[in-house]
């Protein structure tokens, strides 16, 4: 649910694979991308192909959870460096974008930042004073929803992730849970690996897979829940109700940063042991993104530790949340975004997706259409028809990174997905459903 399962894109690099020259403007609709990876790898790669590109990133989420941990994420992601410096903002973002549980700092932050959230969905004014390229076209009891949902993250309401991670551990696993580092191995080295996944190691994903955190530091400890991980938020009177985590419990993610780089070094191995981890790699590509929309120019790599913690295997202690409760006096105010020229982020409704061939304003809009591998029943060819320029390109994500899947489920995939999609105006690019990450149509007349 809050990640997806592919690694982020650039957009504009994929485009320019089926069109010679790109437009003075690309509209983009993401359905389902679930973590705003790709907005936010195009955005970092767009000065290389021309900073005066205007960029329309259209997103549509079935889950209320996933727009608001993108709202989140987008937020963090465009804080002006006086106020968070290059390091602080990617380890804060890493954490609430993959941990369970998060430091005392961030946790606070989480408190300031979904504060002034709750303001913006509930005042569009501020919200464009704040984060002026973020619209939010959803319904009323979307938004009424997200707001709820706002204030539980900000709230003072008993949040124990850790026993919800277990208890939902103990249901996945049944029998197998009193094995269950046996079950995590070799599902790192009999799928993962074998999928590509390798630059995984085995301490971070048995972390992950223990209680939920997926990154972390040897100078940093995690006590505090990370809030923003609830699901199904009900308010009970002055109060309320949840489900506690229901995202993916066996992917993590590892997949959208920790897996390419273009810095060789990182990727290198020695002896089949990785120099580094999953996590170094993501802290190091975040680092690049967040330096290259900044400052619009490629970004130099310093290496801050000489330390190299792939082959590393560190204690792990009981997880257990601290101190949940959150100190208001202590709490900071979230500062205006920076400034994103020609880039707006519109977050729609899922169901305007049925109603788009009705309207004229989406007729040939779109250049580029994304459609996560869980969102198969909101494509309709006439739909896609509809909104789509001729020569438009189609990704559809692949299942490959479900790790609980074999040859046998992915073939079924790709058969529903070409009954999906046949009859409609699409051709093909080649397309291997076992080890490609996304299968790729272009629009023909």
Known sequence: MFWGLTPALDLFEQYLKENETLPDELNILLV???DSRHILKTLARRY???????????VAEASIETIAKQLLLLNVAFQHPEVMGLIPKTKIFMELYGNSLVRSSVAKFLTATATELVKMVTDYDYLNKIMPFVTLDIKYKERDYLENLLKFWCGRDDFDICDSWDKRLRKNLG???????GAFDWDLHMRMHSIGGSQVCNQEYRNFRLNGVAFSWLETEVSKPNRSMVCVVVPNGDKFVHHGYLGDM???PFIAYGLECEDKEF???????NLYR?????ERNLCQIFYEIQHGEKYDHQSITDMKLGPIVMQMGEKRVVDIRANDSETKKVNKCIELEGVTIKFISISLLGLIKYKNEYKDLFDIVYYGSCYLKYINKEIIAHFMKTH???LIENQKFVLSYRDKQLQEYEKALKEVLNGAPL??????VCNDNFAKFVKIE
């Open 175 to 181: 029998v197998r849970y009193d094995t269950k580092l």
């Open 427 to 432: 051709k093909q690019k080649s397309f291997d």
């Open 48 to 58: 290389r192909y021309g900073n005066n590109i205007k960029l329309n990133f259209f």
């Open 32 to 34: 389902g991308g679930a």
């Open 392 to 394: 438009a390109m189609l």
């Open 278 to 282: 999953a996590t170094d790699i993501t």
């Open 250 to 252: 066996q992917t993590g």
């Open 267 to 273: 990727l290198k191995s020695t002896n089949g042991q």
